[in-house]
């Protein structure tokens, strides 16, 4: 029994049966597969599962190694699923651009070549301003590192739809429109019963893929936060107006702000342009007013044309945004629950369309109480901190928004509050 329709819950499914074809799996879904996040994040599909060599190397330097060629191996599966079940999504490995927009920013980018060349890792090149000008062509940049094998870019919408086609081609049963509203364990009889609007299900074991939407575990209550993230479309560009930038390699791009934007041509060379907000509501709330936020459309489009003067007079013919689930240590956590028959993941933190299919084979993996080199991982192990609740919470997470942004401009000092954070193991994603 699965509930959650997004890559999560369909790679679960998928795996599942892929692991034993006759296990009867049934998915819910409260509206539509691919509806949230999954259908509406930029398509880049990062091999990292600790969003970044940096973070995880903070958290976990011990198994850093095993979690970076595990996240390739997931990755190479990812793009291995293509061709064996016939999906189009779209995929493009075509590597990644991080890009320097600041001074400050372009020592990073030194450390972060350095840091490969030590490890005898290739695959991770450094471009000069002019260099990266040569790839993609905006004044505002200063230095890029190209990472050639570690990103893709996908169609998130059709990886969706194609995951369900695949999973009930194998035999999954799907159900769309039935919010579940509790989960039952009955102590005596091994079962767990999910309760949804219009009836109910009884299995063996359950997952739960409700990422960012209000958890059916008392005890992730406070584990996640929704923040708001915004995207817009642009026309196709002409052959004229993509000579004018280049972008000749199709990299996917994302600037090394704490409010950073991400960037990426699709099949037919729109620009999707999306990031630097992340807005939190009070009280963890999800609300589809909140997607409408003009100010946060009309900053993309004049950070988009600062970016790319060479493009004025382009236009957007679609915007959106959707809720990011947060967690503290920006990744996601996994765990089981009621004696073993639960099990789930949530807390992506915007690094999620790779990484749901790793905590797919995570969850089979408990539930299986399979011992293997996934489950003993103590990034698999460990649970991350709670945000507090309310008031708190969005004190808090406010306070380190305006930090993030001061530091942006401040040569990305950080101040005591990110300090603090730092030193505690906490975080909010911009």
Same mark, same amino acid.
């Not at 959650?4 to 692991?19: E, F, I």
């Not at 490969?116 to 505002?140: M, W, Y």
């Not at 969706?160 to 989960?183: D, M, N």
């Given at each position: !029994?699965?509930?959650? %329709? ?5 790679? *679960? ?10 296990t009867h799996v049934v998915l819910v879904e409260a509206k539509t597969v691919g509806w949230a996040a999954s259908g509406r994040n930029g398509g880049?599909? /990062? ?12 958290? $976990? ?28 999504? /779209? ?15 372009? /020592? $990073? ?38 990472? *050639? ?39 005596? *009889? ?14 063996? +074991? ?16 406070? !584990? ?22 280049? $972008? ?43 997607? +409408? ?13 600062? *970016?790319?003067?060479?493009?004025? %007079? ?5 915007? $959106? ?61 460990? +649970? ?47």
């Amino acid at each position: !029994m699965i509930v959650g %329709g997004g890559y999560t819950g369909l790679w *679960t499914a998928v795996l599942a049966k892929r692991r034993n074809p006759d296990t009867h799996v049934v998915l819910v879904e409260a509206k539509t597969v691919g509806w949230a996040a999954s259908g509406r994040n930029g398509g880049f599909c /990062e091999a990292s599962l600790t969003h970044g060599r940096e973070n995880g190397l903070a958290r $976990w330097p011990e198994e850093l190694e095993t979690l970076d060629r595990l996240g390739l191996e997931n990755l190479d599966a990812i793009e291995a699923s293509e061709s064996e079940y016939g999906m189009d999504v /779209e995929f493009e490995r075509n590597g990644s651009l991080s890009l320097a927009v600041e001074p400050h920013q372009v /020592e $990073w980018l030194h450390e972060q070549v350095a840091d490969a060349a030590a490890r005898g890792d290739d695959s991770v090149r450094f471009l000069d301003q002019a260099g990266v000008r040569a790839e993609v062509d905006s004044p505002t940049y200063l230095a890029a590192v190209w990472e *050639t094998r570690t990103s893709a870019l996908l169609h998130p919408a059709k990886l969706a739809v194609e995951l369900a086609r695949v999973a009930e081609e194998l035999g999954v049963e799907i159900y769309e429109g039935s919010p579940v509203r509790r989960i039952d364990t009955p102590g005596s *009889t091994g079962a767990v019963t999910i309760v949804t609007e219009h009836g109910r299900v009884v299995a063996q +074991r359950a997952v739960l893929a409700t990422n960012v939407f209000p958890t059916l575990l008392k005890r992730n209550l406070l !584990m996640t936060v929704p923040v708001y993230d915004y995207a817009l479309m642009t026309e196709p560009l002409t052959d004229e107006q993509l000579q004018a930038i280049g $972008w000749s390699h199709r990299q996917g791009l994302g600037d090394l702000a704490n409010q950073f934007h991400y960037y990426r041509l699709s099949r037919d060379n729109r620009i999707l342009f999306g990031g630097y907000d992340a807005v939190y509501h009070y009280g963890r709330r999800i609300r589809a007013a909140y997607e +409408r936020r003009p100010e946060s459309f009309e900053r993309l489009a004049s950070h988009f044309f600062t *970016t790319f003067p060479q493009l004025e %007079g382009l236009r957007f013919t679609h915007q $959106w945004a959707g809720a990011i689930d947060t967690s503290t240590r920006f990744c996601a956590f996994f765990g089981t629950a009621r004696d073993g028959r639960v099990a789930y993941a949530a807390g992506f933190t915007g690094l999620g369309v790779a990484a749901a299919r790793f905590a797919a084979e995570v969850m089979l993996d408990r539930l299986e109480q399979r011992d293997n080199e996934r489950t003993r991982l103590r990034m698999v192990r460990e +649970r991350p901190l709670p945000f507090p609740p309310e008031p708190a919470a969005a004190l808090g997470i406010n306070a380190t928004r305006w930090s993030l942004d001061r530091a942006d401009h401040e040569r990305g000092r950080r101040n005591m509050l990110l300090k603090t954070l730092d030193a505690l193991g906490l975080g909010f994603d911009s």
